[in-house]
């Protein structure tokens, strides 16, 4: 079992853009209360002062202006994610397209969302107490043997799913989670 001393000390991970939206799709889909706790929507404009050159009030949302940085870093410093307007609006779409699809419905009918599943995690006859958060445990009869974890991909082909599955090791995930359940 890796030492969890090491595991605390690590650097802060640094999150891609997919992941973000990975986890504000998971946020708006699952926990929607949680939006407004978690998120901050970025303003389209920010304001400036007129020069002769230039007489605007306000400009479009520019993540290189000092402005803007020094809103998304208060944003981070209060803990939230700031989100741009765009990116909302299409992690809007997707979970309408989600809601819509017959197959989510009934998995999310009755559900319950982000569980907390605690077991230990052993290795050569060493246990660890671990804890993890279950996206979704269906109560539908048809989907009660599922654990389902939500993952947002711009690729939906076989092969990029395994090649997904494989690097970030989603099959360790699933079998930790089964051997916890039972």
């Not at 209360?33 to 389209?44: D, G, H, K, N």
């Not at 400036?48 to 202006?65: G, L, M, Q, S």
Request: glycine share 4%; proline share 7%; net charge negative.
């Amino acid at each position: 079992v890796p030492n969890p001393a090491a595991w605390l000390l690590k650097p802060k991970k640094d999150y891609t853009k997919a992941m973000r939206f990975g986890n504000l799709v998971d946020c708006m889909a699952l926990t929607p209360e949680a939006f407004e706790q978690e998120y901050t929507l970025l303003p389209t404009h920010y304001p400036c002062k007129p020069t002769a050159k230039d007489p605007r009030t306000e400009k479009p949302w520019n993540a290189a202006a000092n402005y803007c940085k020094e809103l998304e870093e208060e944003i981070e410093i209060s803990g939230k994610q700031a989100v741009k307007v765009a990116d909302y609006m299409e992690a809007k779409q997707a979970v309408t397209n989600l809601r819509a699809f017959k197959p989510f419905a009934e998995l999310m009918d009755g559900a319950h969302t982000q569980s907390a599943l605690f077991g230990d995690l052993v290795d050569e006859g060493n246990a660890t107490p671990a804890k993890s958060l279950i996206d979704i445990l269906p109560t539908h009869p048809k989907w009660m043997h599922v654990i389902a974890d939500m993952k947002t991909t711009n690729e939906m082909s076989e092969q990029h799913f395994a090649r997904t599955v494989n690097k970030f090791g989603y099959h360790r995930q699933a079998a930790i989670y089964r051997d916890w359940e039972t």
